[in-house]
Each structure stands twice: as C-alpha cells, then as structure tokens.
C-alpha cells in the first residue's frame, strides 16, 4: 500500500507541474500576442517599404532615384549625374563638359546613404496639420535645443543671449536681416555694401527687394574714409567667404554701421574653426552643413530685441514661418550629426573637401596659366590640431594677358563654372565648386588636366 501511495503522490507532483508549465507557457505567449500587436507597425509598413524599394533601385552610382522623381511604367526612373544617361545612367557621354558652376553641396549624399536608418523621416498624414506649434509659435523648441547644442559642440558660434530666427533657407534671412537693420521714416534709404569679391544673391536680391528703406550700393571701400560714421550702411560680412574662402571681418565701424555676418561656410569642413563668432547678427544654414540644400533651411542668431522682432515679422508675415515638415526633418538630421559630438560628418566631410583640394592644388601648381588663392594651415579647435584648408570653392584666375575672359578660356577647355564678374571681380576670375558629385569633381579635374598639358613643356607624366 505504501509503495502505491508513494506512486499516487508522485503522479500528482508531475501532473501539477505539467499544469504549472502550461500556465507558464500559455501567459508568456499571451504577453507577446498582445504586446506584438501593440508594437507591431501598420500604416508605416507600406510608406517605409515604398521608400527602400526606391531606393534600391540601380543607378550605376551616377545617379539616383526618388519618391517624388518621373514615373514610367508604374516605376521611378534614375535621374542621372551630369555626363551620364541611360535608364540605369549607366553610359558615359564624351566629351561632356565639366558643370561645376552651382553650389549643390551633393558630395554628402554618400554619408547619409550610409546613415539611412537613422536620419529617415516616416510623416503620418495628420502630422501638424495646424499652423501653429501648441506654443502658438512657428518654431519647434527640439529644434531650436538641438541647433544651440550643435554649435556648442562645432565652437563656431555664442548662442547664449541671444534671439533665434528660422527661415527658408538662409536666403530668406538674408533680406529679413536688410529689412530689420534699415531705418524707418530715413530720409536717405540705408545702403547695403559688400567686399568684393561678394556672394551674387546680396545685390541679386537687394535690388529685387528694394523699398525706399534701402538700396544696393556696392563695394564697401567707398565709404572706408568716413567709416560709417554718418552713412546708415548695411555690411554683408562672409566669413568664409564665398567664392574665395578667405576670413572676413566688418570693414564699417561706427554707430550709423551694421553688420549681417553670413557663415554658411563656417562649419570643421569647409575651415578651421578658430574661435567662436559673436557677433550681433549671425546666419547659418542647413544645406552647407548637412548638404540638404533641398529642404530649405537657415537659421539667424540675433542680440538685439527690436531686430530679431522685425526679422521674426518678416518672416512670420511672408510665410508663417518654416514649414512644419522641413522643421521635423531639419530635427531628424541634426540629431544624427549630434551623435558622436558631430565628428562623424565633420571628419567625413573634410576629409573629401582636403582630398579635393589637394588634387586640385597639385593640377594648378604644374601650371603657368592658372592660378588659385592661398590658404594657409591654421590651428582648428573642433580637431584639435593644425589642418589644411579645405575650401567650399576654388577662385581661379586666368594669369595670360591674352586669357582676360577666363571664363570663355575654361568654357572652351570643357569647365562651366561662374563667372568672376557675378562676384564683382575681374573677368580673369571664376569660381569652380569643389562640393558636388565626385563625377562632377572627376570631370573638372580631367578637363583642367587636359588644359594644363597644352602649355608648353608641360607632360603628362607630371600630372
């Protein structure tokens, strides 16, 4: 009898333990049918697997397809890179001249390829649909975080007390800027100079926008003599500037002289930072420091009350602002340079725009006929060491007396780039732009060769 009980009760403690299993078993299964349900996607799933499927699509690595790019056959097709075409842009076109003329800073799209992941945006449809943040501003407060953060960690700029404006674009800025600084009710308008050589879009878009507050008027060493002590003047001060690279202070001092200090170029790739700029009107923009010219977004940092409010209504009044979603994905973006103190894409990016500098100068140097500016090292506080320039742009000049229109001289040689003139500099100058695709860098360095050997005692073997 003992022997049977002592069976039963083992029985039992099995049968209890099976049961206990199951139970076990059954509420684990339960908690990840119910919590798979919670975090499983829905409405993302087709929207992400659109955007991979596009991206996926062969281009040769000269060129690229996009979401909202032509259509055929139900499909998008690849936009090809200058000197390329093809359905997969995947033939070369002969003898196609070099287009580096623009400021397209697409030599980054390689880095963000490789950042994917984390730098997509996945919008739902009813994403801020108001006009208005529930601050009933136009400004995201992460994004504004994030912007004063990030030149904290490049050391390009004091933010602290001081006003923040966004705008479409750092252009946008810029004549939000003009608006702010000239005078009401002057009787003479506010006069808006510039060092030459100059950033086109100053004159371009002070002429466009002129109102009897202000006008364009030119270079700045007119009114060195009096030192703006009785003009009202506007100073763009560029630092880098743009097309030369070279650092730039105010030349106007005074009480009647402003300044508006543009630093799209002010960022570890294009020069070494030396020291924060604090200055009372800063402007900086996303396209030159991420390369997404496309989104569509600056930033200006403002001392003054009165000037950040003028320029705040400007911008208010022209566009309510900056769009919701360019500010979402001006977010996205900027949190992925802060990862890591930024040194991925600045360390990234200077080292292509050295490279490219470097391959440049040494086509130059065997030349007689062309010339480029001088950029000394300089000690860089971001890297910590001293570094080689790395400009956005090349300044050439055509140095034979019979090559006076350089840009014809480059035209005829296969290199579009932008005339001196534009710039408010001699006809012996043009710009190349070193920052976009490397099939466009490739092509101007091949076009230059080709010229380089046509001088005399000039070989290939020193190329």
């Not at 039963?8 to 403690?13: A, L, M, P, V």
């Not at 991979?52 to 032509?70: F, K, P, Q, T, W």
Request: glycine share 6%; charged share 20%.
């Amino acid at each position: 009898m003992k022997v049977k009980s002592d069976q039963s009760c083992e029985y039992k403690r099995y049968a209890f333990a099976c049961l206990l299993c199951s139970l076990v078993v059954n509420i684990v299964l339960s908690y990840f049918v119910i919590v798979g349900k919670k975090c499983s996607l829905s409405w993302s799933q087709s929207a992400a697997a659109e955007a991979e499927a596009v991206a996926l699509i062969s281009c040769s690595g000269h060129g690229r397809a996009y979401l909202d790019g032509v259509v055929v056959d139900g499909k998008q097709v690849c936009e090809c890179n200058t000197c390329y075409h093809g359905p997969h842009c995947s033939t070369y076109i002969p003898h196609c001249p070099a287009d580096v003329n623009s400021g397209d800073p697409t030599f980054l799209e390689p880095y963000w390829m490789k950042n994917a992941a984390s730098s997509a945006v996945v919008v739902a449809g009813w994403h801020r649909m108001s006009y208005i943040f529930s601050d009933h501003s136009y400004t995201s407060q992460e994004l504004e975080k994030s912007i004063h953060r990030l030149h904290s960690i490049a050391g390009n700029a004091v933010t602290e007390g001081k006003y923040v404006v966004f705008g479409t674009g750092s252009t946008q800025l810029l004549n939000a800027a003009v608006h702010a600084l000239s005078l009401d009710n002057s009787s003479t308008p506010s006069k808006v100079v510039v060092s030459i050589p100059f950033y086109p879009a100053y004159k371009v878009q002070t002429e466009f926008f002129a109102t009897e507050e202000y006008e364009f008027d030119g270079d700045v060493s007119s009114y060195t003599n009096n030192s703006g002590d009785s003009v009202n003047a506007i100073e763009f001060v560029t630092s880098p500037n743009n097309p030369d690279g070279k650092l730039k202070k105010a030349v106007l001092k005074g009480p009647s002289a402003k300044a508006i200090h543009d630093h799209a170029y002010n960022w570890p790739h294009y020069t070494a930072i030396s020291s924060p700029s604090d200055e009372d009107l800063m402007i900086f923009t996303l396209s030159k420091l991420t390369g997404h010219a496309g989104v569509r977004f600056g930033w200006a940092f403002v001392k003054d009350k009165v000037v950040y409010e003028r320029m705040s209504t400007y911008t208010d009044d022209n566009t309510f602002g900056v769009s919701r979603d360019i500010q979402l994905r001006a977010l996205k973006l900027l949190n992925v340079v802060l990862d890591g103190d930024g040194r991925s894409l600045f360390k990234y990016a200077y080292e292509i725009m050295k490279n490219r500098w470097e391959s440049l100068s040494r086509t130059v140097a065997l030349s007689t006929r062309f010339t480029i500016q001088d950029i000394a090292p300089s000690f860089c506080t971001f890297f910590q060491n001293v570094r080689g320039p790395s400009p956005a742009y090349a300044w050439l000049k055509c140095e034979r007396e019979e090559d006076e229109q350089c840009y014809q001289v480059l035209q005829a040689g296969g290199i579009l780039g932008r005339d001196g003139t534009l710039f408010g500099a001699s006809s012996r100058y043009v710009r190349l732009s070193l920052i976009k695709y490397q099939d466009d860098f490739d092509q101007l360095l091949q076009h230059l060769n080709k010229l380089v050997l046509q001088e005399e005692g000039a070989t290939r073997d020193n190329i």
